[in-house]
Each structure stands twice: as structure tokens, then as C-alpha cells.
């Protein structure tokens, strides 16, 4: 009999043992996997991750982040560009990440007045020079502005051309960040410009004539080729929106700038089509509210 309770204890012990062996390894188990799949497990938080505060700023792309035309008539400003510039009424994107002293050291602009999606790649290999914690792109209304509607990029080559830049400073710099802005609504900007006569001659010098070409003209020929202007930038935002997207530290604006209503008041007053300084402040702001937003913008 007591041999028999002894042996009855002892299978009860080894149980019990087991049992918390088992309990132990679920629970560290379900430990681990929850810790992954929350903001305090580390599991699918490692790899890349956006940072709200990068401390040093590149900017690429085209005239408008050359401030062109918004100080004087036909020329580059880059001292108000919306990412780098070190105006104060401006507020840059660099100085109101950076502060308006460190700014000058800790940012580059890169963008050249005229350039197109096959310039991009080259400019991003500048920038990546420095290593940036992020590089601002704004490119595209140069592909959509031609002198004529045909001689638009292609929809395929600004994605070819927009993947193989982004492969480039990926492989240059891998650890920096990408803020995309979407190319503008050329049309709402020829509807702000096109019935002030002095305006109008400029646009003659060869300002986007693609969408600027006969401003007054009502005919259909007229309204189709602004038209096709107009769906060939809503393409391209797709593309940027797209390819971005797959690089875990890429930040496309959602179509911000696109859907911006810039007025007469943000645009030059030279040609009522590039930013003025106002409408430069505009950018900064809204590339700041992107920047640092927590989430991806959606």
C-alpha cells in the first residue's frame, strides 16, 4: 500500500513537471510570436523604418525645386526652394527639419531647371555622395511638358526610369530616405494664368506648350490635347505612387501637390505657372506634414 501511494505521488510529480515545461515553452513561444506582430516585439519591426527627424536633407528634380521664376523673371531662386532653400518667409523643409542654422551644412539641391525623368538617375547619384538621411524627388512636369503632346515620356520609360534611379541610390546609399512628391496639376495651373494678356506672352517664350499652347483657344482640338497633358501626369502619380510603395523607405505624398489648389497668390508673378514664394511655402509645408507624419500617408 504505501509503496504503491509512492509510486501513484511520483507519476503525479512527473506530470505535473511536464505539464510546466509545456505551459513554459507555449508560453514563450506565444510570447515571441505576439511580441512580432505588435509595436513592442522586434520581430516584424526589424529592417528598415521610417525616421520622422532626419537630420540631413538632398533634393533632386526640376525647376521648381530650383525656385525658378519665383524671385525673377526666367531665372533660378534657389534660395526659396520649398526643400533646401534658406529663406525664412519660405520655411524649407530643410530648415524646419533641421533648424535655420544647421540647415546650410546639411542640405544639397540637386535639381536642375528643364530636367525630365531620365535625369533623375544621375542627380540621385550626386546626392547619395553625401549619404543624406533623405533625398527629396519632384519630377515629372518637364516629361509632360513638350512642345507637343506627342513627344511626352512614355508612361513605360519614367516607370523604367524612376525604378532604375531609385535601384541606383539603393545600391549607393541604402540607408536613405525617399520623399516623392506628385507632379502638379498642370491644368488647374494654365486655367490660373490664361486670360492675364502679359502672362500669356511669356507662355510664348516656350513654357510648357504642351498644356500652354494657344491658352485661349476653345476649340476641341484645343480641350483634347490638354486633356491628354492632364491624363498623362495623372499616369505618371501613379507610377511614383506604385514604385515608391515597394521601397520600405519611400514616401510618396498621396497626391498632395497634385491636388493642391494653387492660386494666383502662390504662383510667380512672372508666369502664373512655376510657385512663387508663397507658393513655395505651400511644398515646404506640405512635404513637412509628410515627412513627419508617424504613419505612411494613404
Known sequence: MGTTAARRRTRRTLAAAVATAALLAGGAT???????????GRGAQAGPHWNTAPKSIAAVGDSITRGFDACSVL???PEVSWATGADPEVGSLATRLLGQADAPANSWNYAVTGSRMADLAAQLASAAEHKPDLVTVMVGSNDACRPTTSS???????????EKALAGLRAASPSTQVYVSSVPDLQR???QGKDAPMVRQVWKLGICQSMLAEPLSSTQEAKTRRE???ARVVEYNEVLRSVCAKDPLCRYDGGAVFQYPFGTEQLSRWDWFHPGKAGQARLAELAHRQVTAPELPR
Open 30 to 40: 506565444a510570447c515571441d510570436s505576439g511580441g512580432a506582430g505588435t509595436g513592442g
Open 152 to 162: 511626352m515620356t512614355s508612361v513605360a520609360a519614367f516607370k523604367d526610369g524612376f
Open 228 to 230: 491628354r497633358v492632364r
Open 75 to 77: 531665372a533660378d531662386c
Open 189 to 191: 495651373l494654365w486655367e
